[in-house]
């Protein structure tokens, strides 16, 4: 009877070693299919906006490595968390997406934060309600407005990317002058829509989670004929910003006007 359970217990025990010899064997054929096919890539768990500093996301472990099958692996996407040492993002970066090495600041084309080819990047900084309290984001459409107050002084060169060539010498009372005293307040649309290529807005509220008050930055991805428009403006009229919705990046073709419109300034029509 002993010798029978000895032989009982000795095959128990055959049984559960083989038994754990398939499951080791199973797991470890599983992770060699997964590690033959992925790729270790490091990935966020937290959205991350443009311009930020990535040294402290590193020590607080918001980076760890995440396999992805080689067939979607993006060109040039972060394998090693020291890659990110030092760096500061030039683009936003998704939580659990790959991490392009052009999102970064050492990145090829980090110095373009994509201008369209023909374009220029102009920096542009507006105040509180005149830049939509805080709301415009990376990627928006805004209108920009210019309101010339009365009696500024605006040379009759600069009025001509506002204003047609007759329209100009009515307002200039049909002289040479090189410079003509506004009548009257008016606003124009300097730039129907235009894309934000960067935005840094104030902090927001924490208790209430949103935008407060102060001074907003934007770089604008503007044609160089409207940059030049735009600077000028800055130095000499009131600039607001409008937000374009979601599904309108062109503007409006005929954009309201508060105050005076130009055709009325100079008692002409547009025709």
Do not use: C, W
């Not at 407060?212 to 000028?232: C, E, K, M, Q, R």
């Amino acid at each position: 009877m002993r010798s029978r359970g000895l032989v009982v217990a000795i095959a128990v025990v055959l049984a559960v070693l083989a038994a754990v010899g398939v499951i080791v064997y199973t797991s470890s054929v599983r992770e060699n299919a997964t590690s033959e096919n992925t790729t270790q890539l490091v990935t966020s768990s937290r959205d991350i906006p443009a311009n930020t500093p990535l040294d402290p996301l590193i020590a607080s472990n918001a980076f760890r490595l995440t396999p992805i099958p080689d067939g979607a692996v993006v060109p040039d996407a972060v394998t090693d968390i020291s890659q990110l040492q030092g760096q500061v993002t030039s683009a936003p970066i998704y939580q659990n997406e790959q991490i392009p090495v052009d999102r970064l600041s050492s990145g090829p084309g980090s110095n373009n934060i994509g201008i369209t080819p023909g374009n220029v990047g102009v920096g542009l900084a507006v105040d509180g309600a005149a830049a939509v309290n805080g709301y415009v984001q990376q990627g928006s459409h805004v209108a920009l407005y210019a309101t010339f107050d009365q009696g500024t002084v605006v040379a009759r060169q600069t009025l001509r990317f506002f204003l047609k060539g007759s329209q100009i010498q009515q307002l200039a009372g049909g002289s040479g002058a090189a410079a003509v005293v506004m009548p009257t307040d008016y606003t124009i649309t300097l730039v129907p829509s235009v894309r934000v290529l960067a935005v840094s807005n104030p902090a927001a509220d924490t208790s209430t989670g949103k935008p407060t008050s102060g001074n907003s930055t934007f770089v604008l991805d503007l044609s160089p004929s409207d940059a030049t428009n735009v600077i000028f403006a800055v130095g000499h009229s009131s600039m607001y910003m409008g937000l374009l919705p979601p599904d309108n990046d062109k503007g409006y073709p005929e954009p309201g006007v508060i105050g005076a419109p130009a055709a009325r300034v100079i008692g002409v029509s547009n025709g």
